[in-house]
């Protein structure tokens, strides 16, 4: 899912360079979606092998 944030950011980069900017725009949000999804998942993840990492101990 990063890896898509990735590619999404860098298409909105090229396309504000190149002046379609509501393709920059709309592609900026999608990037911006996926990299919150992106971050919760990463939070919970960690959150969770935490909470394993105690029960072990």
């Given at each position: ?11 909105s980069l090229i396309s504000g360079f190149f002046g379609f900017s509501g393709v ?34």
């Open positions: 899912m990063l890896k898509w944030a990735l590619i999404f950011f860098v298409v920059s725009a709309a592609t900026a949000t999608i990037a911006r979606v996926l990299f919150a999804i992106f971050l919760i998942i990463f939070l919970v993840f960690l959150v969770l092998a935490v909470m394993a990492g105690n029960a072990v101990v």
